[in-house]
């Protein structure tokens, strides 16, 4: 049986063990720096559902709980890894007859995904959901930040591998990679030389920092997306 999420620890002051938050998921982090800090507004919406999407895919392959083979995703171990919207896709995934292709896989995620990231932002006291009513009618939630430390951090380490050159770890790599093929450099890298960050994160996106099974996953989702990212925009520009 797989692990579950890669939860931390730490001791108390008599010694005792006590368990940590764990680190966000990868679907997570797209969430987080898609969020406006001070308005709440999402940033690139539809872009961003199919990253998050991606995301879990990679999530579950680096819990060690599918493989991508030929297209296909196959379960390679269906217990559950204690993050909800993760354990729900997982389970759909085990329940199905035959491995699905990882655009079918991502197309589902997307329905689930972006809530099940977000509310995970909210449990965790990153983000705060505030409702508020527009022309005295209609109902909009917004997202703005809580606690800024966890998104500094994830900018800081995202900076120092793509900005600065540092080796990645095999998360931050998938991260990147994900990123770069929903076309979302935008959202961590506002500024700065637009090529150089572009050629430094396609680097990474194709360089060898992530496992075997991994980088099945990664490239099998990076492919749906570029596939029905350019196929949206052609039919909302056509």
Do not use: N
């Amino acid at each position: 049986m797989g692990s579950g999420w890669w939860w931390s620890f730490d001791l108390g002051v008599s010694g005792e063990i006590i368990c940590m938050t764990p680190p966000m998921t990868l679907a997570e982090e797209v969430m987080l720096l898609s969020l406006d800090d001070e308005k709440g507004d999402a940033k690139e919406p539809s872009r961003v559902q199919w990253a998050v999407a991606g995301a879990m895919v990679v999530d579950l392959a680096l819990a060690g709980r599918i493989d991508v083979e030929d297209e296909r995703v196959h379960v390679r171990d269906p217990s559950p890894v204690g993050v909800p919207y993760l354990d729900a896709e997982l389970a759909d995934l085990a329940e199905r007859g035959e491995a699905p292709k990882v655009k079918k896989v991502i197309e589902h995620a997307r329905k689930t995904g972006v809530k099940g990231a977000r509310q995970s932002l909210i449990d965790r006291g990153l983000v705060r959901e505030e409702k508020k009513k527009v022309l005295g009618i209609f109902s909009v939630s917004r997202y703005p930040e809580a606690d800024g430390a966890a998104e500094r951090e994830l900018r800081d380490r995202l900076e120092a591998v793509v900005e600065h050159g540092r080796s990645p770890d095999e998360r931050t790599a998938a991260l990147v990679a994900l990123l770069h093929g929903a076309r979302l450099r935008k959202l961590a890298f506002g500024g700065g030389d637009r090529r150089r960050t572009e050629t430094r994160m396609k680097e990474i996106a194709e360089g060898q920092w992530v496992s075997p099974a991994v980088r099945r996953a990664v490239d099998g989702a990076e492919a749906a997306m570029v596939a029905v990212i350019t196929t949206t925009t052609i039919a909302a520009t056509g």
